[in-house]
């Protein structure tokens, strides 16, 4: 169950780090096609390991 539990905890800090970095990258001055560029990046790497993270988990059995 612990380990379970550090993967649900992972996902959850996952999530927020997620929200954080859109809002501080959305709130920095940019050109506005780089910063849209940086964003998307890094929406599509946080995404998969969300993605992974779940597979984890599920094959876990929570």
Do not use: D, H, W
């Amino acid at each position: 169950m612990s380990k379970g539990l550090k993967y649900v905890l992972s996902f959850v800090f996952g999530f927020f780090a997620l929200v954080y970095y859109g809002i501080k990258l959305g709130n920095t001055p940019k050109e506005y096609t780089a910063q849209r560029e940086e964003y998307k990046s890094f929406m599509l790497v946080a995404g998969i390991g969300m993605v992974f993270n779940l597979i984890l988990t599920s094959m876990i059995g929570i």
